[in-house]
């Protein structure tokens, strides 16, 4: 069993930044894909960013690339989603998830889930 837990969400205003933390524990870390999901009130749950373990290859949405970017430290056990020019359509509740199999951009493919942390972009 593998826990995630998210910190350093918050409200920032637009164009600022805010750095998102992952902590996993319960297994090892450094086999497994990760990636950055977020659900907007009324809306389906997206994916935002993701890195492959097997070779580091890294994606983003569309609608973050240029402004997120992805990191891991493997040694801490902890994935990064730092967020700049951040928009007020980037307010949302943001997850962190882990794919012991599959590297994808789809929810249904992750094995496990953070509880959430909100972000809110006020303009």
């Known amino acids: 069993q593998v826990q995630l837990v998210e910190s350093g969400g918050g409200s920032v205003q637009t164009g600022g930044s805010l750095r998102l933390s992952c902590g996993a524990s319960g297994r090892t870390f450094s086999d497994m894909h990760m990636a950055w999901f977020r659900q907007a009130p009324g809306k389906e749950r997206e994916f935002v960013a993701g890195?492959?373990?097997?070779?580091?290859?890294?994606s983003y949405a569309d609608s973050v690339r240029g402004r997120f970017t992805i990191s891991r430290d493997n040694a801490k056990n902890t994935v990064y989603l730092q967020m700049d020019s951040l928009k007020p359509e980037d307010t949302a509740v943001y997850y962190c998830?882990?794919?012991?199999?599959?590297?994808?951009?789809?929810?249904?493919?992750?094995?496990?889930w953070g509880q959430g942390t909100q972000v809110t972009v006020s303009s």
């Open positions: 890195r492959r373990w097997t070779d580091g290859y890294t």
């Open positions: 998830a882990a794919a012991t199999i599959y590297y994808s951009t789809t929810p249904r493919l992750y094995d496990y």
